[in-house]
């Protein structure tokens, strides 16, 4: 069936090193992407979205890039700090409405 | 409020006890969701509230599981007769009408024992 979902359960790197995200996506009808940072005990954080219509997106440290040719997102977060370390869950949005589906998430863990 | 506020933070309650986990969204979003996390799992929707229309109640795993939203602001998701396998963290979520992302609450861990 259709699913948003991701290449890696658990990535682990280290402290300054640049980490990359992937998350794979089924329908192409998904316009609107977002990542959400989970630290333990706390509820989802919005990191960064993107809209269909663009392939690139630049935060703060963060980077987000959408394929749309092969229905792939990642997100890039440039010097990892020990503060990155969460659970990074993709979510998309088919249209109608507004419901967003949540990829499975991947551990960040950073090593000092 | 300035986020969605969720009470209890914890509830340990007794197999068999109903529940009533509450959801207080951002003043002005009209949209309100309900999603379970087990332990070490994804986002597991449950339901989700738009305006005044009919909420979409596909999610729910059971008919113990029941929620409303008065007035278009609180919410309440009510567990009757609780299991331990309901034992996870329920979070709420809200967002504007034009869309977006969501912003969580910072959830209600429940633990049936």
């Known amino acids: 069936g259709e699913s948003v979902g991701l290449h890696l359960p658990t990535l682990s790197v280290q402290e300054g090193d640049n980490s990359i995200i992937n998350c794979a996506y089924s329908n192409s009808a998904s316009d609107y992407f977002i990542w959400y940072k989970q630290e333990s005990g706390k509820g989802p954080q919005f990191i960064i979205d993107?809209?269909?219509?663009?392939d690139k997106r630049q935060g703060q440290r963060v980077t987000v890039l959408l394929n749309k040719t092969v229905k792939h997102l990642s997100l890039q977060i440039a010097a990892t700090q020990p503060g990155d370390s969460a659970v990074y869950f993709c979510a998309e949005k088919r249209p109608p409405g507004n419901m967003l589906t949540f990829g499975g998430g991947t551990r960040l863990m950073v090593k000092p | 409020g300035a986020g969605v506020s969720q009470s209890p933070s914890n509830k340990v309650t007794e197999k068999g006890k109903d529940v009533e986990l509450r959801c207080d969204p951002i003043s002005g979003h009209t949209a309100l969701y309900w999603y379970r996390q087990s332990l070490g799992q994804g986002l597991e929707f449950l339901i989700y509230f738009q305006g005044n229309s009919a909420p979409d109640k596909s999610g729910l795993p059971s008919d113990r599981f029941s929620a409303e939203r008065t007035g278009g602001s609180v919410s309440t998701l009510t567990i009757q007769r609780t299991q331990q396998e309901d034992s996870a963290v329920y979070l709420c979520?809200?967002?504007?009408?034009?869309?977006?992302?969501?912003?969580f609450g910072s959830g209600t861990r429940l633990t049936v024992v």
């Open positions: 979520a809200s967002s504007p009408m034009e869309g977006g992302g969501y912003t």
């Open positions: 993107i809209r269909s219509n663009m």
